[in-house]
Nanobody, 121 residues
Framework: VQLQASGGGLVQAGASLRLSCVFSGGAFSTYVMGWFRQAPGKEREFVAGVSWSGANPYYADSVKGRFTVSRDNAKNTVYLQLNTLKPEDTAVYYC???????????????WGQGTQVTVSS
């Protein structure tokens, strides 16, 4: 399994970004997909997850109401829509995949390479 994340960038506070992660090398629709982030000097933290069907996405409290995770099984792609960005959202964002539920950073078996999101105040 390979994961390729993209869509990061430098934006001002209040702006939006859409991250994408393309999955290859397996049956995408059988994998739970997740997004994590890691800020400088901090541990990697869970951001959002979505089940095989795309139903019942779940989020960290810090992003709930601002971020939306979704997937398109026909395109083998998972998305993370980031709205109302804050400087504290600055981090490298990683997509991840596993056949089981994803909650914490030790759960996923597969990781993408990360995409940088920088939010200026």
């Amino acid at each position: 399994v390979q994961l390729q994340a993209s869509g990061g960038g430098l934006v001002q506070a209040g702006a939006s970004l859409r991250l994408s992660c393309v999955f290859s090398g397996g049956a995408f629709s059988t994998y739970v997909m997740g997004w994590f982030r890691q800020a400088p000097g901090k541990e990697r933290e869970f951001v959002a997850g979505v089940s095989w069907s795309g139903a019942n996405p779940y989020y960290a409290d810090s992003v709930k109401g601002r971020f939306t995770v979704s997937r398109d099984n026909a395109k083998n792609t998972v998305y993370l829509q980031l709205n109302t960005l804050k400087p504290e959202d600055t981090a490298v964002y990683y997509c991840a995949a596993d056949t089981d539920v994803i909650i914490g950073p030790t759960d996923p078996k597969y990781w993408g390479q990360g995409t940088q999101v920088t939010v200026s105040s």
